[in-house]
């Protein structure tokens, strides 16, 4: 078993290979150079990828983003743009590159790439570049967080949280992240009304608990569905912590969102699953929320401006969770 990472695992691998471990802590700011540095080079002979210049610096620095991750950020690109680095070099000669590449892929490899939105209603689509993913929370619609990955947890049984809660308002219309396939629908004691969304490579599963009593879906949202990014996907609320369904036992109202990383099939549902702190994630998205508008016929929210991700090919199908 590999290694790689000084302040305790950061990215654990068994001898095939296969990631048993990930402790993501890039920071917010961090994500915001790596990102504009990935937008600002686009199409250019020289495009610097995010996820590329991200796992350079972990790779430097055992996968922590301290106080000098921007500059150093910044000094790699620059070297990038002078030929002076490249990231197949770096593989070769820092260790952990690959480690990193590979675990920062499946964190971050449907966050960012082309797609085409209409900006007005009934308007042409328009071909873009950057952020595809959506925050989980609709445009305008207010919330609270912190960072709350780790903390004690007793309900059932002493247990570390390992999600993000975004505290709001009872139907608030809670958002696809990314495209994807609808993997798990229904009620879990622990999480109540809940959905369950894997990415396409198969590699994210996206979890939103908590939801709504009595209407906690998206009309007509099915396991095994495609969703795009930016879709409601259902409404915030506070059910569960109870074996019965359809009860409202969770005393703040909030989103409770969670991001599983699934290298091999056996990780899904196992004792040692891959859960990160999604918290400086969340903070990038919240840059990037989906605008929705109340159908008058139906009284839900539904996205206002259609989507299409450019990426998002299906390359399996999902099965149930």
Known sequence: ENTAGTGGKTVTATSDGTIRWVDFNVSYEALCKAYECDVDTYGSEMHIDWIDLLSYVAAKNGGEF??????????????VKNKELTFDEAAEKLKYF????????????GLVGEYEIQESEGGPYVKKYGLKAFSPIAKGFPYSD????????SYGYKRQHLGHDMMGQIGTPVICIETGYVEALG???????????????????????????????????????RVQAGDV???????????????????????HFGLQLIFDESQKECDSEIWIDVYPII???????????????????????????????PIRSAAAR
Not at 66 to 79: I, M
């Open 66 to 79: 301290g106080a000098t991750a921007v500059s150093e950020l910044n000094e790699a690109a620059e070297k």
């Open 187 to 225: 009620w879990n004691q622990y999480g109540g009304w809940r959905i369950g969304i894997r990415s396409f490579d198969g590699k994210r599963y996206y979890y939103y608990a908590h939801l709504r009593k009595d209407t906690p879906y998206a009309e007509g949202l099915a396991v095994g569905q």
């Open 283 to 313: 903070e990038l998205l919240a840059s990037h929320c989906s605008s929705v508008a109340r159908d008058p016929q139906t009284g839900r929210w539904e996205r206002l401006y259609p989507y299409c991700d450019l990426d998002a090919e």
């Open 98 to 109: 690959s480690y990193y590449k590979e675990a920062y892929s499946a964190v971050l490899g």
């Open 146 to 153: 912190y960072d709350d990955f780790g903390v004690s947890r």
């Open 233 to 255: 996907i259902g409404f915030m609320g506070r059910t569960g912590y109870s074996a019965q369904e359809n009860v409202n036992n969770i005393e703040t109202v909030h989103l």
